[in-house]
């Protein structure tokens, strides 16, 4: 039987997780470099060991106010082809490994932004988990 | 695709370039068997391969090729345009075909039969071109390796035997020959020693070698017995391309010493090395303050050898400049013929080396500036000869390095470039006004070119003026960091100057700050810093909404950065300061919080997601490892595009309304010159300074003072004014220098502008005022241009522009040395230098 491992991570107390084989790694990081006119999902750059990485505000991505641009985030860095771009989530979680079969496709009563960000579900022992499409959450916005 | 295909793309590719040289250089020297014999083995080389590969259609077409060229070599027929023309024909089918495999691996359905055609047609005996395929097609290596081997012998011979027995090149032979200096007398017998032997032992390296090189070539050993003959089996590639008879350029021998490297892997390498510069500045940072002899020592070392290993990683990646001009003779030769003009192409320092990026990014405006000079550059012969000039003009590419920049020059000797003509198309084409063109110069004019939606071709041809305009060459240049110049005298020809840095890794730059956040300005565009001291009444003043500073007089229009970024705008309340930049023509100044250092950084690449907002050109990692946006100079420029429009036309209004002296309003600075006042608009002041008088020194009548290592042409306002010295007469209580002792220092204003700095000498500062503008009057004398009471005293107002031409009467001349392009008393920690 086909299975996966997710990376579980929160944010606004909902648990999401996206398949281990899209991420790169996962930091806190404390200061992020504001990019003025930038959209509104971008959270910032900061400093990968000398590459220069763009942090994705998963707040503003599931249509949530923007993050405080103060303070310590966890990045979940995943890569978009050759460039690594970070997630920035408000908790990170463990790994879990899931039966592709237990998915089942994110409810009819999910709308707005996140609809498309979302892949499936699955029901855990005590909660839900949103798989998370990484690269479409880190694509670019269209908000501006 | 299988690795051997590759491997032979790659390799043909690089051939090709070979041979599209030397087809064409083949014209000028139509009877030149090397260059024939070059071309034939590379045809040969890719027809070998393609039938080892089963390319069927690449054999066939370069079979053809071959048959021609087998004749040319040979003698058997001579090459004629037509000959030539269908041998270029014939290599564009190659690429095509090449491209083809490229890109699905097989040849697709590009047609040669045509081709093949118009070669054959060339082949003044048909029974050749038929039977010729049956010949090569049985046993092409074999073939190969027979003619290679032939070719060489019998050249080498008679070649070695010539060089022997001429006396004139006895000493060359002789450095060909024997590698340790034995006396000229013995060389005729080396020589004819060898070439007897090279003849019954075809192929060996060591009698065949010397003959082909030239003179200067130094062989290290030519050892007199002859080694022994490579096996005859070797394919025909490797056998034609070490053949002897081979009269490439020593840059493929050259092939042997080094390895290919995948361009990403050098990417990286110089990522890291960007990295590990940064990281050494940390250190030393660190260090300094830690204070530890040993790890001081060690960190001096380290220093030392990140800094070679950049220069050395920065060298991998420089390429010759001539990889992008071995392409333009075809351009040039294709072009010219088409437009009936001859043109002969020179080229200087192909030899030197640009970081392979930046070659990238220059060969477009290149090759177009060259396709330019032939379309619009070089007249046609008959107007060549009405004008008194030789048929053939000549288009010479010059490359050179200048105070790390390396400069390529363009240069015809055609018609030139009207700057009357130019400067009617640029009214016509509504880019500047009438009154704007009289205030420019005539060589300004001639740049009017670069403005874009300027275009002089007077009919959009398929060569140049397919809406690719000047404009856009320059911006491509100075989009990486460089800078494009041309100067032209009508009926002399055109020289077009790019400027370009070594490489784009790593600049110069500015960090500023704004809005609490720091950013990086690249240097090149930054020509001067202003304080603005809010206390101090330098202020910003607003044209029609537009921001703007007065600097010298002139209007300077102004961005604000917060502004532009959408940040919340300060109120300036601490003073700011002003990077005055210049960009495409535009000169503007942008307000910036703070003004923190400058420095060398490592330019990164930008996320693909802030590609689109434009303001910014990269990012990179400052000292403390923090990330700073690098603005993108040009884009602000045009962001601001329409402030520089409104000042220009108020700058316009302002020159009509206000003429004559009284526009030094603001505020002026009394310096005492004998018992006279004189006063100097504080615009135009750039610095104070006291100079010893015995620093002193002359150039032929001329003062001048060493200053900041510059040599400072200096004007006694006293001499100017014809005053008679005052020294003695010491009024002045507070300066004892100016009493007894024939003043020990002197008092100087120093003004600088665009890199050029004059100092007038005075004998006292006195004040500096706001002015009144009371009474005026117009009553002048020498030197000056009006008077005014200024503190219940009558105060003569200097005409500065006659000071300053006094003292260097080329001050206001628009050559200004292009490395003197950011000014050099700028110091960002100096207030001093914009308010006094």
Redo the contacts between chains.
Sequence with gaps: MASRQYATFEVDDVLFGVDVADVQEVLSFP?Y???????RA?GG???L??????A?DLRVRLGLPQRDREGTAMNVIVR?GE?P?SLLVDRIGEVIQLDDESSEPPPDTLTGPNRDLIVGTFKLDNRLLLALDAQRAVS?PHDS | MAEIVEEFLVESHENLDQLDRDLVALEQQPGSRELLSSIFRTIHTIKGTSGFLAFSQLEKLTHAGESLLSRLRDGTQSMTPQSADALLRMVDGVRALLDQIETDGTEGDVDVEETISAVSACIEDPAAASAAPQESAAAPVVEAVAEAVAEAVAEAVAEAVAEAVEPVAGAAAEAALDGNSSPAKHTRKPAKKAAPKAAPQPGTESAAAPAPETPEATIPEPSPEPVPAAPPAQPAAVAAGESPADNAPAKRALADSSIRVDVDLLDTLM??V??LV?TRNQVLRSVLEVQHPSLTRTTQRLNLITSELQESVMKTRMQPIEHIWSKLPRVIRDLSSALGKKIRLAMVGAETELDRSLLEAVKDPLTHLVRNAVDHGIETPEQRRAAGKPEEGTLTLRAYHEGGHVVVEIADDGAGINPEKVAATAVKRGLVSQEELAKTSQRDLVNLIFLPGFSTAAAVTNVSGRGVGMDVVKTNIERIGGAVDVESAVGKGTTWRLTIPLTLAIIQALTVEC?G?RYVIPQVGVHELVYLDSQNGARVEYVSGAPVYRLRGRLLPLIRLDET???PVGDGEHGQYVAVLQVEGRRFGLVVDRVLNTDEIVV???????K??G??AG???LGD?????ILDVTSLARRAALAVEAVQRAELAEIKVDTGPAQTTGRLLITGVGDRRIAIPLDMVTRLEEFAADRIERIGSREVVQYRGKILPLIRLADLLGVVPNNYASYDMEDPASDGAASASVPAVVYTEEGRSVALAVERIEDIVDDASGARSDLDAAGVSGSAVIQDRVTELLDVRQAILAADPRFYAEDTDPSAYIDPYSDPFDPAMAGV
Aim: a negative charge; proline letters at 8%; charged letters at 15%.
């Design positions: 200061e470099t504001p990019v003025p006119l930038a959209a971008i750059l900061f400093n060991r000398g590459q220069v990485i763009a994705v978009d460039e771009v670019p | 990522r890291l960007g990295e940064l809005g956040q970024l959408g940040l990164k690449p930008l996320s693909s997601r802030l689109d907002i303001v910014y990012a990179t990692i490892g923090a990330v700073a946006l």
